[in-house]
């Protein structure tokens, strides 16, 4: 993933959004990060209003568009 991403993605944030990328589910990228999958979502919603998406699928194709 590219440096370009907006001020404020943290590092957590950043490795869901990796496997967002991949397709993965919330509750497979919560199994691979050992996360629950509530966490996972607050990082999708964390993401959604850093990124201005207003849904995951939406933030799958910026994330896509980044690199």
Same mark, same amino acid.
């Given at each position: 993933?590219?440096?370009?991403?907006?001020?404020?993605? =943290?590092?957590?944030? $950043? $490795? !869901?959004?990796? +496997?967002?990328?991949?397709?993965?589910?919330? $509750?497979?990228?919560?199994?691979?990060?050992?996360?629950?999958?509530? =966490? !996972?979502?607050?990082? !999708?919603?964390? +993401?959604?209003?850093?990124?201005?998406?207003?849904?995951?699928?939406? +933030?799958? +194709?910026?994330?896509?568009?980044?690199?």
């Amino acid at each position: 993933m590219p440096d370009s991403l907006p001020v404020g993605i =943290t590092p957590a944030e $950043r $490795r !869901v959004l990796d +496997l967002l990328r991949q397709g993965d589910s919330n $509750r497979h990228i919560a199994a691979q990060l050992v996360l629950s999958p509530r =966490t !996972v979502e607050s990082h !999708v919603s964390h +993401l959604l209003a850093k990124t201005g998406c207003r849904s995951r699928t939406q +933030l799958l +194709l910026w994330a896509l568009a980044q690199g």
